[in-house]
């Protein structure tokens, strides 16, 4: 996950510049090998520099739209999700990995079946979101909650609706949903698929003018990611 210690702002004559930290899980490394990372990894870390440099690029001198403050939720995933695009991209996936011991590139049989991979069970995926997004506008949308029993009422309802695998009734996902409570998503986390649409017409323009263009990469930054909230 990424957060800011500090804002691009502008007072007077006195200026701050934006500071960003990134909080990785990823695996460590053993005894005295390199640490690895997996492509989930690579797009997990793209995702998250998404947000990073959203909020370094900011050129708003206001503090409380600077940056990724107080960009709506429709669009707080957008930097982030477009740039897990550029790990999927065949020009793009020899600049981020070599084989550890003899640094080949990755094989172009190998290439061809990670890029395959990308649409495996993307459907599934599609509605695990939806469940997500789907109970946690229900939640929100009630006045109150009579009793504990109710929420689960709620996502089994959602359940029915949408999932194709169900859990399995002790199952209580809910209890750790910390997106929807500790982190600030309440009836907001619909902006993750919202935002993928989004990102999707964003990159459209990449692959269509290259996508290591420098021209998109700079509207890119003077259109979306300069402009914070």
Known sequence: WMDDYDRYAR??????RPVVFLTCNFMPPALDQEAL???????TLFHEFGHCIHHLFSKVEVPSVSGIHGVEWDA????SQLMENFCWQKEIIPLLSQHVETGAPLPQAWLASLMASRC??????MLRQLEFALFDLTLYQRVSIESPGVIQ???DQVR??????KP?????????????????????????????ILSADA???FESEGILDPETGKSLVDCVLSQGG
Do not use: C
């Not at 707080?76 to 930097?79: A, D, G, R, T």
């Not at 495996?120 to 995926?125: D, E």
């Open 11 to 16: 007072v007077g004559e006195k200026s701050a």
């Open 37 to 43: 990372l997996t492509h989930d990894d690579v797009v």
């Open 76 to 79: 707080v995933e957008l930097p």
């Open 120 to 125: 495996f069970q993307s459907a599934m995926q």
């Open 153 to 155: 009422q709620i996502l």
């Open 160 to 165: 029915d609706q949408v999932s194709v695998l």
């Open 168 to 196: 399995p009734v002790f199952n209580r996902f809910q209890n750790s949903f910390s997106h929807i409570f500790a982190g600030g998503y309440a009836a907001g986390y619909y902006s993750y698929k919202w935002a993928e």
């Open 203 to 205: 990159f459209d323009r």
